[in-house]
């Protein structure tokens, strides 16, 4: 069964930084993309980012690129965003989710519960 | 970026009867786009990708049409569980983007 465990949420102020872990099982983890994915309270689903599978490359939202960093350790199936210079507009529940296929687009097939990064002074 | 309009923005039915949620793009997506169902607290559930193609255990009743800039999710006969917000999201051009979300409520 396919598992996805964020952590490291929480409420920063303004300017500060984050780090958040996604830890997965249930499947051969360096064989897939890995994306991140928020939502605002209230709002609609919005694609931050994606590492693939097994060299590190990775793709960015405009909204964010220059300040969060994707990056993944295939040893301990993990991927991790760390988030730099953090706006209030970057307060969203934060979900990974395991691509379909080792296609750097391919959608999200299996979504972790999120965790909750809150920017407020 | 490319623009995902879906419409209509609510879709007020009945348990059995037949949704059409439109999702359409501000450019040709080819057949790159997917459907997702979220319900309230819970995260997205992948349903159609690449236009027509159910993910794994998705029902029957659930369906997807349409290519270039104009796709469809069809859900044949509304069960109970199917109310719930619908997203679509395109992966033919980075920056992936996601519709604003079709929410399906009991009539």
């Known amino acids: 069964e396919v598992n996805l465990l964020e952590s490291g949420g929480g409420l920063v102020q303004p300017g500060g930084s984050l780090r958040l872990s996604c830890a997965a099982s249930?499947?051969?983890?360096?064989?897939?993309?890995m994306h991140w994915v928020r939502q605002a309270p209230g709002k609609g689903l919005e694609w931050v980012s994606v590492?693939?599978?097994?060299?590190?490359?990775?793709r960015y939202a405009d909204s964010v690129k220059g300040r969060f960093t994707i990056s993944r350790d295939n040893s301990q199936n993990t991927i991790y965003l760390q988030m730099n210079s953090l706006r209030d507009q970057d307060t969203a529940i934060y979900y990974c989710?395991?691509?379909?296929?080792?296609?750097?687009?391919?959608?999200?097939?299996?979504w972790g519960q999120g965790t909750l990064v809150t920017v407020s002074s | 970026e490319i623009v995902l309009t879906q419409s209509p923005a609510t879709l007020s039915l009945s348990p059995g009867e037949r949704a059409t949620l439109s999702c359409r793009a501000s450019?040709?997506?080819?057949?790159?786009l997917a459907w997702y169902q979220q319900k309230p607290g819970q995260a997205p559930r992948l349903l159609i990708y690449?236009?027509?193609n159910r993910a794994t255990g998705i029902p029957a009743r659930f369906s997807g049409s349409g290519s270039g800039t104009d796709f469809t999710l069809t859900i044949s006969s509304l069960e109970p569980e199917d109310f719930a917000v619908y997203y679509c999201?395109?992966?033919?051009?980075?920056?992936?983007?996601f519709g604003g979300g079709t929410k399906v409520e009991i009539k």
């Open positions: 989710a395991k691509g379909l296929s080792n296609v750097p687009s391919s959608p999200g097939d299996y």
């Open positions: 999201q395109q992966r033919d051009t980075w920056p992936l983007t």
């Open positions: 690449d236009a027509s």
């Open positions: 249930g499947f051969t983890f360096s064989t897939y993309v």
């Open positions: 590492i693939a599978a097994s060299d590190n490359g990775a």
């Open positions: 450019q040709s997506v080819r057949s790159y």
